[in-house]
């Protein structure tokens, strides 16, 4: 994340490996956001020799920049494989991406039901609260072998510290991520576990699933980034309400991304059942409003 560099805003160069890459989801859909404010004829591709460049074409990558790469491919049906380069501006895109999902998770409905809904909901924000001139920008692919799904989530709007600071103090762009992934906290209302619209659970939720399945999470903002780290497998997973007390990296010197955003892979082979994995998060998140309401009145001046 440090490499990339915007001092040219006339100019978007993308560069690879010539002869063979990978590209997490979550990458692809950072270019595709970066490329968005560039016209096609500023847009250079180098190095892109590479066998895998099929598979930038078959994501959407420059169809979405409108560029024409000369790469012919035979598409197939990605239904159930991945789901190519989408962005989603309003409740109508976000529903169609949402039925497209639903295969690619590869569970039954009940158990698909709540990652449709967090991930809904990360979505759902981006276009009613980011201000994203192209409103969300994402791709996801399911890995057959892991049985997991990897996925990109990315805006180029006003970034977490605006909106949260809307409703919370945030000092600088890592205080503000650690705000937007502690259950209750939202940028819409300093009411403490959010509203009925947004209860500030999303990342928290989504966060959750990631540490208790030992999977790739990641939140970029601004110049900082906050990324989850694994929980060794002979050790028991724990959940805090506080993001600072899992194991994590973070950093606050990166180039600064107008925007949000959040890289994750969801296991989908569950290490314990859905339901109770779903209802340890919910205790989680239960557990730590209540402790803000108590702290909150214990605070509160009292007039007899």
């Excluded at 028991?236 to 892979?265: E, F, I």
Aim: hydrophobic share 40%; with cysteine.
């Amino acid at each position: 994340m440090a490499s990339f560099d915007t001092a040219n805003p006339y100019k978007f160069e993308i560069s690879f490996h010539e002869k063979w890459f990978s590209v997490h989801p979550v990458v692809l859909s950072m270019v595709a956001a970066l490329g968005l404010r560039y016209s096609p004829s500023n847009i250079k591709f180098k190095n892109l020799e590479a066998k895998s460049r099929h598979y930038l074409k078959r994501m959407g990558l420059f169809d979405l920049l409108k560029i024409d790469s000369k790469i012919e491919i035979a598409e197939h049906e990605p239904a159930g494989r991945f789901i190519p380069l989408t962005t989603i501006h309003d409740k109508n895109s976000l529903s169609a991406f949402i039925e497209d999902m639903i295969p690619l998770l590869h569970l039954e409905p009940e158990k698909a039901k709540p990652i449709r809904y967090i991930i809904s909901e990360l979505i759902r924000n981006v276009f009613e609260h980011s201000k994203s001139a192209i409103g969300a920008v994402l791709c996801a692919q399911y890995y057959k072998k892991s049985n997991s799904i990897r996925m990109g989530i990315v805006d180029s709007g006003v970034g977490i510290r605006e909106t949260i600071s809307s409703a919370y103090p945030a000092g600088n762009d890592l205080d503000a991520i650690k705000l937007a992934l502690t259950p209750g906290v939202t940028g819409t209302t300093r009411r403490i576990g959010g509203s009925e619209q947004n209860a500030g659970a999303g990342l928290f939720f989504i966060k959750s699933i990631a540490k208790v399945n030992r999977d790739f999470f990641m939140l970029y903002s601004g110049n900082s980034m906050y990324k989850l780290l694994k929980t060794a497998t002979d050790k028991k997973v724990r959940l805090y309400a506080d993001p600072l007390q899992d194991k994590h990296s973070s950093k606050n010197n990166l180039p600064c991304w107008q925007g949000t955003v959040v890289g994750v892979d969801l296991d989908l082979n569950s290490k314990e059942g859905f339901n109770d994995l779903l209802n340890l998060i919910g205790n989680i998140y239960s557990k730590t409003i209540k402790e803000k309401r108590k702290q909150y009145y214990r605070k509160k001046a009292r007039f007899i």
